[in-house]
């Protein structure tokens, strides 16, 4: 979704504001802009398209400039047009956002009352008339600032330039995110660390309410009451956001490769030999568990999916009732009163608005115990929860989740044991699933070698409109993610269903032009869901089938994608990886931008 990066330096700003927004394309865009200062007055280039097609139009041979602001905008108010893209301005004052301002049409009247005309259909433009208003009052660029989001309802972070104050940029962070990053003899603003880790490896993460004055020398944060406030300035590891594709073709490509190391680091000293070390999810977690009644989780996405599987094992394992929402749902139901409740959200950016507004409604309405499983350190969801688990996938760049969901799932399976451990589980239980998670990681090698056979199950979809999914039990959520995964990078409409639920509907769909991939486990469901492809058969449908089986009777065109068998509980986690090569090599085959598919955006920080 949108990104901002800006600042002030000593040196020539407009390639690292260039290659800030190259390093934010991830986030999902449709138009990019920047404003910069150039003899004595503010510049703005804008463009519908891509960021490589911005920085021909800037010209970085012949323009130079110290001090900028630039944007990334997904289109939410306005279509995406070189008009609607950012930086938008008024006179002297020049804004990037990202975020929904949710009273802008109230402001916009109110404005047009006063005689200013609107050349945009965004609703950032409003926040541009209003500093400009104020400063026109004689109020000094900070002033105006402070007194203009006094009037914005809704989240937002932003980047603002005044060509009457050329030495400043401000930054402003409510509920959307905003870094500072700190230089020598230069300072930035940006959406996410990633943008500036070229340039710098000192942050302060904003917090909502904080506005961040900063001029090539000097940074001061104050709070939304023009208080100057401390703020902790973290080092990163800025080798950790490399945006190098290491010989593959997608970063997609090179995510899904990656996933044995990244469960390896997910793992890496949280195990003992028969169950997770004490003290993983943080000091006092544990205790803090003991008497927990209700798990609840909010996620979003692929998020949402891994966290339905955590319901499967939390009742089968734990006896422990869960309940699974998904972030733009939880928030808008009347709060039911629970016993300790243990609060989950599952994000790989930790930024999701949906999710990080629920974990807040959550926090006000109750007084639940909140754990974030998360991928990005410090990130808002991070920050707001009582607990956090880092998944450590490393960054994720492809708009299509992959090492984040199989990372999750395991970080998840260590919330599983440990919470086996804390509530008394069977000791013997724990060592199996120590023992099979250990070994996830040579299993998930093993399925990656079979790209030949992903790739001839895709030659078979490229082509066609729509697909089905199928699993029962633990392997419906693995259905939905394998669907999803289809859907967003090849556009191919995909759908899941639980086997069971075929006989209500979807069979009416099935004939030779709608391939069927079911997933056969081998548990309780093996006869249902093979009648269910007995059924798909039986109408001229095409099923492929996944699972730890060896060939079965049952698929008659398709054909069967054996994977390395482990316990029941950690096969799906497996079985994800054929679903997503699949979907990787039919959007090849279609030819659709694997990493950056249409409409979509990595980090969705708009509710
Ligand atoms: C977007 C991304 C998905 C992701 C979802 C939830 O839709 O494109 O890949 O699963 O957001 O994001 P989160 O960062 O909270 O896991």
């Keep these: 979704m949108c990104g901002i990066v800006g600042g002030t330096s000593e040196r020539n700003i407009l390639p690292i504001l260039v290659e800030g927004l190259r390093r934010l394309e991830y986030r999902g865009y449709d138009s990019a802009g920047v404003a910069f200062k150039k003899n004595g007055t503010i510049s703005i280039t804008k463009n519908k398209g891509r960021v490589e097609q911005l920085a021909k139009k800037l010209n970085l041979k012949e323009n130079q400039s110290n001090l900028g602001i630039a944007h990334t905008r997904w289109a939410t108010h306005g279509i995406p047009s070189e008009k609607n893209a950012h930086p938008h301005a008024s006179k002297n004052i020049f804004v990037v956002h990202n975020g929904i301002i949710e009273n802008h049409n109230e402001l916009k009247a109110q404005l047009k009352a006063e005689g200013i005309r609107f050349s945009t259909q965004t609703d950032t433009e409003v926040i541009a008339h209003l500093i400009k208003i104020y400063t026109e009052k004689g109020q000094s660029f900070e002033k105006a600032v402070f007194n203009t989001i006094k009037k914005l309802k809704g989240a937002y972070a932003l980047g603002i330039l005044d060509k009457n104050d050329p030495e400043q940029v401000i930054g402003v962070r409510n509920q959307s995110p905003l870094v500072l990053g700190k230089g020598f003899q230069e300072?930035?603003?940006?959406?996410?660390?990633?943008?500036?880790?070229?340039?710098?490896?000192?942050?302060?993460?904003?917090?909502?309410?904080?506005?961040?004055?900063?001029?090539?020398?000097?940074?001061?944060?104050?709070?939304?009451?023009?208080?100057?406030?401390?703020v902790k300035t973290h080092e990163v590891d800025s080798n950790a956001y490399t945006t190098d594709l290491q010989g593959h073709n997608h970063f997609m490509e090179k995510e899904i490769f990656?996933?044995?190391?990244?469960?390896?680091?997910?793992?890496?000293?949280?195990?003992?030999?028969?169950?997770?070390?004490?003290?993983?999810?943080?000091?006092?977690?544990?205790?803090?568990?003991?008497?927990?009644?209700?798990?609840?989780?909010?996620?979003?996405?692929?998020?949402?999916?891994?966290?339905?599987?955590?319901?499967?094992?939390?009742?089968?394992?734990?006896?422990?009732?869960?309940?699974?929402?998904?972030?733009?749902?939880?928030?808008?139901?009347?709060?039911?009163?629970?016993?300790?409740?243990?609060?989950?959200?599952?994000?790989?950016?930790?930024?999701?608005?949906?999710?990080?507004?629920?974990?807040?409604?959550?926090k006000k309405t109750g007084n639940p115990i909140s754990l974030a499983i998360c991928n990005v350190a410090n990130s808002s969801i991070c920050r707001e929860s009582d607990f956090t688990l880092l998944t450590n996938a490393g960054p994720e760049i492809g708009v299509a989740s992959t090492k984040a969901f199989v990372t999750q799932l395991t970080a998840l399976n260590l919330l599983l044991l440990t919470l086996m451990r804390v509530h008394g589980c069977l000791p013997s239980a724990r060592k199996r699933i120590t023992k099979a998670l250990n070994e996830l990681p040579k299993h998930l090698e093993k399925t990656l070698k079979q790209t030949d056979v992903y790739k001839k199950v895709a030659k078979q979809l490229f082509k066609k409109n729509s697909t089905l999914f199928l699993g029962r039990g633990l392997y419906f959520p693995i259905a939905r993610e394998g669907a999803?995964?289809?859907?967003?990078?090849?556009?191919?409409?995909?759908?899941?269903?639980?086997?069971?639920?075929?006989?209500h509907g979807p069979l009416a769909l099935i004939d030779k032009d709608m391939p069927v991939i079911a997933l056969v486990p081998d548990n309780?469901?093996?006869?249902?869901?093979?009648?269910?492809?007995?059924?798909?058969?039986?109408?001229?449908?095409?099923?492929?089938?996944i699972g730890p089986l060896g060939k079965t009777k049952i698929t008659k065109e398709g054909g069967h994608i054996k994977i390395p068998k482990t316990l029941d509980l950690l096969n799906p986690i497996i079985s994800v990886v054929p679903m997503q090569l699949i979907a990787y090599y039919t959007a090849l085959f279609k030819g659709t931008d694997v990493d950056k598919p249409r409409n979509l955006a990595k980090s969705v920080t708009v509710e």
């Excluded at 880790?197 to 009451?225: C, E, I, M, R, W």
């Excluded at 734990?318 to 808008?332: A, K």
């Design 187 to 230: 300072n930035f603003i940006a959406s996410d660390v990633m943008a500036l880790s070229p340039v710098t490896n000192k942050f302060v993460y904003l917090d909502d309410g904080q506005v961040a004055l900063l001029n090539h020398h000097k940074t001061v944060v104050k709070n939304a009451s023009n208080q100057t406030v401390r």
């Design 258 to 362: 990656e996933q044995p190391a990244a469960v390896k680091d997910s793992i890496e000293g949280r195990l003992t030999k028969n169950e997770t070390q004490e003290g993983i999810f943080g000091a006092g977690f544990e205790n803090a568990v003991k008497d927990i009644t209700n798990i609840q989780i909010v996620a979003c996405g692929t998020s949402f999916h891994s966290a339905r599987i955590f319901e499967f094992w939390s009742h089968k394992f734990l006896g422990i009732n869960c309940r699974v929402d998904y972030g733009s749902e939880y928030q808008y139901q009347e709060p039911v009163k629970t016993d300790k409740t243990l609060l989950v959200t599952i994000s790989q950016s930790g930024e999701t608005a949906d999710t990080l507004s629920s974990l807040k409604f959550a």
């Design 484 to 503: 999803l995964k289809l859907k967003e990078i090849s556009y191919i409409h995909a759908e899941a269903y639980p086997g069971g639920e075929l006989k």
């Design 524 to 545: 309780e469901h093996l006869d249902k869901i093979t009648s269910n492809i007995a059924e798909v058969a039986a109408r001229k449908g095409k099923v492929f089938t």
